[in-house]
């Protein structure tokens, strides 16, 4: 089992900056890649971004692309995700998924942090 606690989020206006931590526990980090997603109200959940377990490959939603970075640090045993030019359209709960090297789907998600972008 993996355990995954997200946090720093928040309110922040539009064109303002936040970053999301995740935090895992129970098995070693560098066996998974990771994800954030989120989920705005009355939408379905959607991908935002992943990166390898190394931190050598990342990949974006074309929504975000250009404005967030996904990062980690296996010494952390932590994922982040740096959000940058926040907009409206940014409103949702942010989850963050681990996915064992060799698994195809995301087997593990944290318990979500809001993000509200507002004026």
């Known amino acids: 089992q993996v355990q995954l606690v997200e946090s720093g989020g928040g309110m922040v206006q539009p064109g303002g900056s936040l970053r999301l931590s995740c935090a895992a526990s129970g098995r070693t980090f560098s066996d998974y890649n990771m994800g954030w997603f989120r989920q705005a109200p009355g939408k379905e959940r959607e991908f935002v971004a992943r990166?390898?377990?190394?931190?050598?490959?990342?990949f974006y939603a074309d929504s975000v692309k250009g404005r967030f970075t996904i990062s980690r640090d296996n010494a952390k045993n932590t994922v982040y995700l740096q959000m940058n030019s926040l907009k409206p359209e940014d409103t949702a709960v942010y989850y963050c998924a681990a996915r064992a090297r060799d698994s195809v789907r995301f087997d593990y998600w944290g318990q979500g942090t809001q993000v509200t972008v507002s004026s």
């Open positions: 990166i390898t377990w190394s931190g050598g490959s990342t």
